[in-house]
């Protein structure tokens, strides 16, 4: 069964940078997306970034993009998402997912299939 375990979160001043990493254990095919969302509080989950696994195509929401940036390392199986420029509106817990097979548009929570528990990132103006 794989399981994902997000590292990285934690306080930073507004303009800074934090790096997050996934981390997943357990097999997993080489055919599957890899996505962050995020959760600031009284609001719904929303998409940040994604990337395709096989073929390295990568999303990102309008609100992070050149700001925030999605990457991997296959050898570790872990996904990093290196996040610039941090804002207050930033603030929430992020989350790591993965989808089995992939998607032609960036995804919605419900596409994803597996979830790590999240980690605080908060950003102080």
């Known amino acids: 069964q794989v399981q994902l375990e997000e590292s990285g979160g934690g306080l930073v001043q507004a303009g800074g940078s934090l790096r997050l990493s996934c981390a997943a254990s357990?097999?997993?095919?080489?055919?599957?997306?890899r996505g962050w969302f995020r959760q600031a509080p009284g609001k719904e989950r929303e998409f940040v970034a994604a990337l395709t696994w096989s073929a390295f195509g990568t999303y990102y929401a309008d609100s992070v993009k050149d700001r925030f940036f999605i990457s991997r390392d296959s050898a570790k199986n872990t996904v990093y998402l290196q996040m610039n420029s941090l804002k207050p509106e930033d603030t929430a817990v992020y989350y790591c997912?993965?989808?089995?097979?992939?998607?032609?548009?960036?995804?919605?929570?419900?596409?994803?299939?597996?979830w790590g528990k999240g980690t605080l990132v908060t950003v102080s103006s």
């Open positions: 997912s993965l989808r089995w097979g992939t998607t032609y548009s960036p995804p919605h929570p419900h596409d994803m299939d597996i």
């Open positions: 357990g097999r997993t095919f080489g055919n599957d997306l």
